[in-house]
């Protein structure tokens, strides 16, 4: 019987994508680059997606891809600009973003007088934990497990053990792993991150990708609305 469920926050409960597009088309104006267009942010999805996998495998630290991302970006774009000065920029704006996903408060309002609620982020804990109190979601939650606080990042294994013993703290109870389920968008740090540490897991596919058969996977879901019918 499942007493705990664990929710990721980017791009499941708050959509860091849309910030990402927001913010470079205001930045860019801002500090009077060219223009921004559409296509950008496949150039942005891209490199950011190959930095985080290697914070995920421990290759480098997010404090190395502060120093790289937009650098990365920039040179992909033709763009001739700091990209350190403008990763500031980006993450201040990010701390006092606040879009919801579609769905995300129907879920949370169906699931926090049936479970345990427990949000596990990747990324800096001041601006997560500001994005979901200016997102009205902070309440929701028992706890709020965040790889900067716990010194360990999804999917390691450390991560949830950090987070599991907190927990225990908290509710004064030993929860078990298979009592658990976890939603997210990421199939690594989230899917494999849950599933190592023996939790189920459920897939928000966003997306509406087709799954890669080496993923395992207990649920999976297109419309965070439809969490309901598996809990």
Not at 101 to 111: F, I, K, N, P
Request: hydrophobic share 40%; net charge negative.
């Amino acid at each position: 019987m499942i007493k705990v469920v664990f929710i990721d926050i980017d791009n499941t409960l708050l959509s860091f994508d849309e910030y990402v597009k927001l913010s470079m088309r205001e930045g860019f104006d801002k500090f009077g680059l060219r223009e921004y267009e559409n296509w950008m942010f496949g150039v942005f999805l891209g490199i950011n997606s190959k930095l985080w996998r290697q914070i995920e495998n421990k290759e480098i630290t997010f404090e190395q891809l502060g120093q790289i991302r937009w650098n990365m970006v920039f040179e992909k774009l033709d763009i001739d600009f700091d990209g350190v000065e403008f990763e500031r920029y980006f993450r201040d704006c990010l701390r006092e973003s606040a879009i919801p996903v579609d769905g995300a408060y129907e879920m949370l309002d169906y699931l926090r007088d049936r479970y345990i609620l427990c949000a596990a982020s990747n990324g800096p804990s001041n601006q997560q934990i500001n994005r979901l109190r200016l997102g009205r979601m902070l309440d929701y939650f028992t706890a709020v497990y965040v790889s900067e606080d716990l010194e360990a990042s999804k999917p390691s294994e450390l991560f949830f053990k950090r987070a599991f013993d907190d927990l225990e703290n908290k509710t004064g109870e030993r929860i078990k792993s298979e009592e658990t389920l976890i939603i997210g968008d990421s199939l690594t740090a989230d899917m494999i991150g849950g599933t190592d540490f023996g939790m189920k897991t459920c897939w928000y596919n966003r997306h509406k990708a087709q799954l890669p058969k080496k993923v395992k996977l207990d649920f999976a879901v297109e419309r965070l609305e439809d969490v309901k019918n598996i809990l």
